[in-house]
């Protein structure tokens, strides 16, 4: 099959949801069902840019924001599933928008407990009970570990990262690489750390954790499944990154990765091309997994001045690209998330295959971006988390109404906040929904 | 051979800029005359970041050359210069929020333009804001916050500073993910900078220099 007839094909079992056990799903009502695939058709016809949908879809992208107005504490949200659950829900009920992404954002907070996670910190382990979690950008990957990354990354990742970010997983640095398994011969030999406590304590740990995580994904799983049987689509099929946000966000961290590109250009180009069919790999299985085309791609260390063009060229954009094509070729519909401005890198990233990509815009020019980046692909946004949390309902409305003329313009446009928001008044959240259904109709 | 390491510095060669230091070091050279050629190299660095011929990468490489240089030539340091600065800044990223890349580019930009920074680290509370500013009566403070949750923090913290009887004594600027010129409203701070540069040219526009 041609990239085209896989995403059609895909957007085609979007159209046919079954239960699990395969059968069709049944939906709760007729107007649920007609509800649940006017908006797959209406999110087809923006991705695709081939025919302008019946009016602009409009998407709620939240991290905090269902579990806050719904009066929790972060750390509820982050401990209690069933109120998560029950908040979101609700949170889709009020608003009402096309599609969400699933009620995943808080995640199950016994779980990286159960692994002494240290590359966050979240409430009650660092955090006030009323605040989100927040990264420790850290060197978690020495200067020195490239050729280890580049020659094995399984390897390296188990070895030596899982066991620096995930207090529980030290016994991982004591195991030999699978790949020593090969006949007879000294196969068991492979398997002695098996037999040593501190490995032990390690898969202790692992199946405790994996307990938990089955345990919350149960429960955000099973809203997930009851939503669209309520006419709402949960579009997001999984998540994967570009190889420089790879290496920047989580591995050498944004000063360890600045200084490798004047230190050792070639090692850390050489990694990210390694990670290349690793992350094109990551969303092609979540996505097969999950029956969602709709791979979501976090953008960070390429925004405007993280990095001069020449940088962003050589360094940020060949092989995020490469992921992207990668994806497409698979089916996949790449779903990047432009965090910040990323006004001065239109012009290039524009270069991507027509109707096979959707955006999320922050900060960036919604009218500059549809002049470039939207020719060939479809942009969601971009109202701001400041607008949502403290402008009015008019303000918000205005603002939608200058992005449905301009983005919105011939299609390819979706509604949607800018930034994952916590805070924000309700009544904003609920008036650029409600002025998109009503405004965004296309004549 | 100073106007070399001012140069060479500038330019971000970093074994040329060792390799001068050293030799300097081992002819005698005074270590203090060093290192105020570093301090002008970086100045010219800080001018191309505004200038926009250098990013974010080009300004941590430049601090982690200098210091290596620090550590080169601290050992050999017998008096303290006293350096002329062209007045005080209070930065720090505001209550409840952990983030620190954007607030450390901001004190790295103020300090090598020559002013004198106190950084308060991350997750500061108001009344450490209000401390310090009566401490060393700085005319300028930075808010810093990535997360919305931040808003209120800037909030609470510029109200501390009027409680305390501060506010016209200071020039209040904010920055950071989703920090806006709606959001400077709403805390009722001064001003909103997008990015280094214009932390930079807000606190010269207050000071002067």
């Given at each position: 099959m041609t990239a085209d007839e896989k995403q059609e094909a895909q957007f085609q079992k979007l159209l046919t949801p079954k239960d699990p056990e395969g059968n069709d799903l049944k939906f709760q009502s007729k107007e649920a069902e007609a509800t649940y695939k006017a908006s797959i058709t209406r999110i087809k016809d923006a991705v695709q840019l081939k025919k302008t949908p019946d009016r602009v879809p409009v998407t709620l992208l939240p991290s905090m924001f269902p579990f806050i107005n719904a009066g929790m504490t972060i750390q509820e949200a982050m401990y209690d599933y069933d109120k998560t659950v029950a908040a979101f829900r609700k949170f889709i009920l009020e608003y009402e928008p096309d599609m969400h992404i699933g009620a995943a954002h808080a995640g199950p907070g016994k779980f990286y407990e159960i692994l002494d996670y240290k590359l966050y910190k979240w409430p009650g382990h660092g955090i006030a009970p009323e605040y989100s979690y927040q990264c420790v950008e850290g060197e978690y990957m020495k200067a020195e570990e490239y050729d280890l990354l580049i020659t094995d990354p399984s390897f390296y990742f188990r070895n030596f990262y899982l066991p620096?970010?995930?207090g529980a997983l030290e016994g991982f640095t004591m195991l030999p690489p699978l790949t020593g398994i090969l006949e007879i011969y000294g196969v068991a030999f492979n398997f002695i750390p098996y037999a040593l406590p501190p490995?032990?304590?390690?898969?202790?740990?692992?199946?405790?954790?994996?307990?938990?995580a089955l345990k919350w994904a149960m429960a955000i799983g099973g809203l997930n499944g009851e939503l669209t049987t309520l006419g709402f689509p949960n579009i997001l099929g999984g998540f994967t990154k570009g190889p420089f946000d790879v290496i920047g966000d989580t591995l050498r961290g944004t000063r360890g990765i600045m200084l490798d590109m004047y230190r050792q250009p070639d090692k850390l180009l050489k990694a990210m091309e390694a990670l290349v069919?690793?992350?094109?790999?990551?969303?092609?299985?979540?996505?097969?997994?999950?029956?969602?085309?709709?791979?979501?791609?976090?953008?960070?260390?390429?925004a405007d001045g993280f990095l001069s063009d020449e940088q962003f060229k050589k360094f940020y954009w060949p092989t995020f690209k490469a992921v992207m094509v990668g994806l497409i070729e698979g089916g996949c519909i790449p779903f990047p998330a432009l965090e910040g401005h990323w006004g001065s890198r239109l012009k290039v990233i524009q270069d991507i295959p027509r109707g096979k990509?959707?955006?999320?815009?922050?900060q960036t020019d919604m009218a500059k971006a549809k002049e470039t980046l939207g020719k060939n692909a479809c942009l969601i946004g971009n109202v701001s988390s400041s607008m949502l949390r403290l402008s009015t309902p008019d303000e918000v409305k205005a603002?939608?109404?200058?992005?449905?003329?301009?983005?919105?313009?011939?299609?390819?446009?979706?509604?949607?906040?800018?930034?994952?928001f916590d805070e924000a008044k309700p009544e904003n959240v609920k008036a650029m929904v409600d002025f998109t259904k009503e405004y965004g109709v296309y004549k | 051979m100073a106007k070399d390491l001012v140069k060479t510095l500038a330019d971000l060669k970093e074994e040329e800029v060792l390799e001068i230091v050293q030799n300097r070091l081992n002819a005698g050279d005074d270590p203090l005359r060093i290192l105020d050629d570093a301090r002008r190299a970086l100045e010219i660095v800080g001018k191309r970041f505004s200038d926009c011929e250098y990013f974010i990468p080009d300004l941590v490489y430049s601090g982690e050359i200098l210091k290596r240089i620090t550590d080169m030539v601290k050992p050999k340091i017998t008096k303290t210069a006293e350096m002329k600065r062209l007045g005080k800044v209070v930065v720090g990223t505001v209550a409840g929020d952990i983030h620190d890349i954007g607030k450390d580019i901001v004190v790295f930009m103020l300090d090598v333009n020559g002013f004198e920074v106190f950084d308060l680290g991350i997750d500061v509370p108001a009344q450490k804001f209000v401390d310090k500013i009566k401490e060393t009566n700085?005319?300028?403070?930075?808010?810093?916050?990535?997360l919305?949750?931040?808003?209120?923090?800037?909030?609470?913290?510029?109200?501390?500073?009027?409680k305390a009887g501060l506010r016209d004594k200071v020039k209040i600027m904010i920055g950071g993910g989703q920090i806006d010129d709606l959001v400077k409203g709403f805390a009722g701070a001064d001003a909103y900078g997008k990015d280094a540069m214009e932390a930079f040219k807000l606190a010269k526009g207050w000071i002067g220099g």
């Open positions: 620096r970010v995930f490995v032990q304590g390690t898969f202790k740990a692992l199946f405790e954790a994996g307990a938990e069919p690793i992350m094109i790999g990551m969303g092609i299985g979540a996505s097969q997994q999950t029956g969602n085309p709709q791979i979501f791609m976090p953008l960070h260390k390429g990509t959707m955006w999320m815009v922050d603002y939608c109404k200058k992005l449905i003329d301009t983005a919105g313009k011939g299609g390819g446009f979706i509604m949607g906040n800018g930034a994952f | 700085s005319k300028v403070v930075g808010l810093s916050g990535f919305t949750l931040a808003f209120d923090s800037m909030k609470e913290t510029v109200e501390a500073i009027k």
